[in-house]
């Protein structure tokens, strides 16, 4: 019996060169653009291990919990960190980037999440990498939760270790993931006897086996399925227009946002700036007495269709995730989340206006895009 999943043809070393090709045409990149054979933590953890080491002096940038990561990463390789954590309702500033040279001048490294799908907020990361190339350290990116929601131009920006998934608003597989290489970072990497080799955490090894060889015998199986989706979700977002897909994005974090404020019952937008939310997620912080985790049980009791879910860890008391990317970046799935969090939060006594929200998201959605993003 054929099955779509079974029985593939295999995946040649001509087609994963022209996926990469693809993934560096949307990233607007001339640097090397490796795809990496497991999720997005995969290169993430590879270009930290491969680029620090105990000669490292790392500004580690928090914004959210994957820095809070990053961070144990660095100092696992015997770098020296410098953490820079800002509240959750935020973004980090050039300026506190500049400010953290001036006391550590010794930085020649830095760790940054461009949007956090955990905690809402979007960096300004053009002007950071200008403030990180003065000062010529490597500029390392977790884009996972940007790339398709609001652009990510690691050549124009200066970031030296780029990484992304499909998994977010690309509406792509989870299980493949790339990283864009600058020749500065190999060259870093290159000096770095504790670089992973001969290990599947090993940029490396790809570079060696796979780049220098002129892309022509892959190393290993690859994971075809994944590879196949990703060709897929690239392919479409080309075909829609990456303009059209991130003004989706954008718009569906502004009618969310506005949405939710309109609603009542309590509920503000948990990034307080809307500058610095990012167009990939919207959050929310529920009223007092509320429980942000049982608020979202009860309206996804009411439609479990909607893409809710409270915050993670410690968040899940206070933080709702409107998780309105990829496929539900759409005017439906606001309407829909609003309505459920209505009903929600009148069966916990609250008053909530969903009429109001409702028009008012519609009414922002139809506003041309907003400047969220950056
Ligand atoms: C989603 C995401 C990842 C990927 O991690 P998962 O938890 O496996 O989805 C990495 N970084 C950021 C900033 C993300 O939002």
């Given at each position: 019996m054929t099955h779509p999943f079974l029985d593939l043809a295999p995946l040649g070393a001509d087609r994963f060169a022209a996926i990469e090709d693809r993934v560096a045409r949307l990233l607007g990149t001339e640097q090397d653009v490796l795809i990496m054979q497991g999720e997005a933590l995969l290169p993430l953890e590879g270009a930290i291990r491969a680029a620090a080491g105990p000669g490292t002096t790392a500004l580690n940038v928090i914004t959210g919990p994957y820095g809070q990561t990053f961070g144990d990463w660095l100092r696992d390789c015997g770098a020296t960190v410098v953490d820079l954590a800002v509240p959750f309702h935020t973004a980090v500033t050039a300026?506190?980037?500049?400010?953290?040279?001036?006391?550590?001048?010794?930085?020649?490294?830095?760790?940054?999440?461009?949007?956090?799908?955990?905690?809402?907020?979007?960096?300004?990361?053009?002007?950071?990498?200008?403030?990180?190339?003065?000062?010529?350290?490597?500029?390392?990116?977790?884009?996972?939760?940007?790339?398709?929601?609001?652009?990510?131009?690691?050549?124009?920006?200066?970031?030296?270790?780029?990484?992304?998934?499909?998994?977010?608003?690309?509406?792509?597989?989870?299980?493949?993931?790339?990283?864009?290489?600058?020749?500065?970072?190999?060259?870093?990497?290159?000096?770095?006897?504790r670089a992973p080799r001969r290990s599947y955490l090993s940029l490396l090894d790809w570079k060696e086996r796979w780049l220098d060889g002129g892309r022509k015998a892959l190393p290993h199986a690859p994971a075809q399925l994944e590879m196949l989706a990703l060709e897929a979700c690239v392919e479409r977002i080309e075909a829609a227009g990456p303009d059209t897909v991130m003004a989706r994005h954008a718009c569906a974090a502004a009618a969310t946002r506005a949405g939710a404020v309109a609603l009542g019952g309590g509920l503000e937008p948990y990034v307080y700036e809307a500058r610095d939310a990012a167009p990939v997620a919207t959050t929310l912080r529920v009223p007092s007495g509320v429980v942000a985790s049982q608020l979202v049980a009860r309206a996804l009791q009411a439609d479990p269709a909607v893409p809710l879910a409270a915050g993670g860890g410690a968040l899940a008391k206070e933080m709702i995730r409107v998780n309105h990317y990829g496929a539900d970046a759409t005017p439906g799935a606001v309407r829909a989340s609003l309505a459920a969090l209505g009903t929600a939060l009148s069966e916990s006594g609250l008053s909530v206006d969903v009429t109001g929200a409702l028009r008012t998201a519609e009414q922002t959605w139809q506003q041309p895009t907003p400047t969220t993003g950056r």
């Open positions: 300026q506190q980037i500049r400010q953290a040279f001036a006391e550590h001048p010794e930085i020649d490294f830095v760790s940054l999440v461009h949007a956090e799908a955990a905690t809402g907020n979007t960096n300004p990361v053009a002007e950071i990498g200008a403030v990180v190339r003065e000062h010529g350290a490597l500029f390392y990116l977790d884009a996972v939760a940007s790339i398709g929601a609001e652009p990510v131009l690691p050549d124009a920006w200066g970031v030296d270790l780029c990484v992304i998934g499909a998994q977010k608003a690309m509406g792509g597989p989870a299980g493949v993931s790339a990283v864009s290489v600058s020749e500065r970072a190999w060259a870093r990497m290159a000096a770095n006897p």
